[in-house]
């Protein structure tokens, strides 16, 4: 750990969180940042062979923020958790750079054998608030897990996964993809409600002409058919 890789840690939640006012805020305020310090600390002791160590401080940084992240866990540069209270990060679980996760999340496993049994999740992967990601799948670059969502499988890059199992929700437009969102929802980039409520409106207007053209065509037959109908009888 370095003052660099610290200064980065801060500065991603001054970046990510608007309620951020200084870097002595989040030092002093911040569970997720001081989770991560004393993960930094734990995961060096437990490379060093300092289990206990290790464990020991992995334990203390779960008693001050209510986060658990095994000391044996891969955490990448600017991570963010906020709010923090109930996350828990298995032994195995890769978190890439510029990850952010949401409270009561779990990055867990679902097997009881050593090896590779969490989750990686690959850098920009945002995860709301209660999600349960299980297993030692991948969840791709800048993919989106809505808040309370189950995953048990492989999620590809940039897609946004909801419900339980979780499920693709909607189709990213891949142009938003680099730019953090807070809460994971995307904007449209339109610039006000009206604008918002006159394309929901067109997207309205087109589906239910749509619905009239389908209706039109399905006209033909049905008369034919009750006209055979009339004419058996
Ligand atoms: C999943 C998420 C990223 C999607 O945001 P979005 O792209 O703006 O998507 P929308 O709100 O347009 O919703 C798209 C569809 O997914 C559904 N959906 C959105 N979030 C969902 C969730 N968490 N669980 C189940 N369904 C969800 C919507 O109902 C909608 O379904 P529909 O097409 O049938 O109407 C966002 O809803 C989310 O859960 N973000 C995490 C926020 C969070 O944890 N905040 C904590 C702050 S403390």
Redesign the pocket.
Known sequence: MTFKTLREDIDSVIARDPAARSRLEVVMCYPGFQAILLHRLAHSAWNRGWRLTGRWLSQLGRLFTGIEIHPGATIGRRVFI??GMGVVIGETAIVGDDVTL??GVTLGGTKLHKGKRHPTLERGVIV??GAQILGPFTVGQEA?I????VVLAEVPAGV?M??IPAKP??TRDKSRAAEFQA????TDGLPDPVARAIEALQAEVAQLRGRVVELESSQQPVDARSTLRITGT
Not at 146 to 149: E, Q, R
């Open positions: 906020d709010h949401y409270q709301g608030s989106r809505g808040a309370n969502a946004t909801t419900g929700a909607l809460y994971g929802t995307p």
